[in-house]
């Protein structure tokens, strides 16, 4: 419940300050943004981790990640807000982003009744170790996806060539398979030394 509010407050605050920055072209500084919460957000859990925080550890990282992203993305474009309201301009945002929204709902329900059935089937103690494996693959993927994804927004806000869309869609598409499929595959084959590594043998049924 903890890290999920902290998810659902995080969005809120970040969405209109990553809309500034998609405006002003800064997609870069976006990116780096994201990457460096992500970062401290996998730091701190396994800091908490060695320090015997348990599940803790895990409920920390969402956390953390939101709310670096959150002062980050606002602290970069700072703006005094003002009443104007141009409803015309709404249509390119709901036009790709709420397939963007959409997918991340989606991909939030189904998290959350993963976790229950993990959770009902294979006991709350399991799930522990679950979520931690889980969130390794998620770090990786989300740590490149979200720049594409951004990048690809920022594109098509200012295009209205459905085929130069598509044509940059695939692109992002292809780049993301080179960086994340070589990644998982090397992160499979070393999964256990990794984690016997960093963790030690209690984390054996990550």
């Known amino acids: 419940a903890v890290a999920g509010t902290s998810l659902s407050l995080g969005l809120a605050i970040t969405v209109p300050a990553s809309a500034r920055l998609i405006r002003q072209g800064r997609i870069g500084l976006g990116s780096v943004v994201d990457l ?7 730091g701190t ?3 908490l981790a060695f320090l015997g925080a348990g599940v803790w550890s895990l409920v920390a990282q969402p956390i953390v990640y939101w709310f670096v992203k959150a002062v980050s993305s606002n602290v970069a474009p700072p703006f005094v807000p003002n009443a104007r309201f141009v409803t015309k301009h709404l249509h390119p945002h709901l036009t790709i982003g709420g397939w963007i929204l959409g997918g991340k709902l989606l991909d939030t329900g189904g998290r959350t009744i993963e976790a229950s059935l993990v959770a009902r089937l294979l006991g709350a103690d399991f799930l522990g170790a679950y979520s931690f494996a889980y969130q ?10 979200n720049s594409l994804w951004a990048m690809l927004y920022a594109y098509t806000l200012r295009t209205k060539d459905l085929a130069d869309v598509l044509r940059v869609y695939r692109l992002a598409l292809r780049i993301f ?6 990644g998982v595959a090397f992160i499979s084959v070393l999964a256990a030394p990794i984690v016997d590594t960093l963790l030690g043998p209690r984390w054996d049924s990550a």
């Open 45 to 47: 859990a396994i800091t």
């Open 136 to 145: 390794m693959p998620r770090f990786l993927t989300e740590a490149v996806g």
């Open 177 to 182: 398979a080179l960086i994340v499929f070589p």
């Open 36 to 42: 460096a919460a992500n970062l401290m957000g996998v």
